[in-house]
C-alpha cells in the first residue's frame, strides 16, 4: 500500500512537470495577427527540369494559394493579386509563414500535372511594418518575391 502510495505519488511529479511544460504561456506578441503581403514575383532564370521555355509558377503561404503566373520568362515580373482561390495577403498568428514556390509541368505520363520545386523560404512575424523585403526561391530556376508584413 505504502509503495503504490509512492508510486502514485511519484507519478504525479512527473505528470506535474509535464504539464508545467505544456502550460508555460506563449509570448503575448504570437498571439496577435500580423499579415503577409505578397506584392510582386520575378523571374531571374527559368526552371531547368521537365519542359522546355516559359514557366508556370505556382506560390502559396502556409499552403494556402497566393498566386499563379503563366507564360513566365526570365526578366519578367508580376503583381500578386487576390482573386478567386489566390489570396496576396494572408493572416498568420504565429512567429513565422512559410512561402512554397513551384512550377508546374505537362505531366510525362498520366494526369496530374509533375511540380518542379523552386524554393521556399520563411518570412518572420518581427518584420511588421519595416517596409519591403526579398524571398528567394532559387532551387531550380531563380525567382524572387517581394513583400511586407503589416499588422
Ligand atoms: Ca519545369
Ligand atoms: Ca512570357
Ligand atoms: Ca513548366
Known sequence: MRRRRFFTAALAAVLGGVLALVA??????????VYLELLW???????HSGEFGSDEIWVEANGIPAGFFDDFDATERRNFETTGIFH?????????????????????QGWWPDWDHQ?????????VNTGEHEGYAFLDGQYIVRYRVTN
Request: with cysteine.
Open 24 to 33: 508555460v504561456p506563449r509570448p503575448a506578441a504570437a498571439d496577435a495577427p
Open 41 to 47: 514575383i520575378r523571374c531571374q532564370d527559368t526552371s
Open 88 to 108: 496576396s495577403r494572408q493572416q498568420f498568428t504565429s512567429d513565422n509563414i512559410l512561402v512554397d514556390v513551384w512550377e508546374r509541368d505537362t505531366p510525362t
Open 119 to 127: 524554393g521556399l523560404f520563411l518570412v518572420n512575424r518581427n518584420l
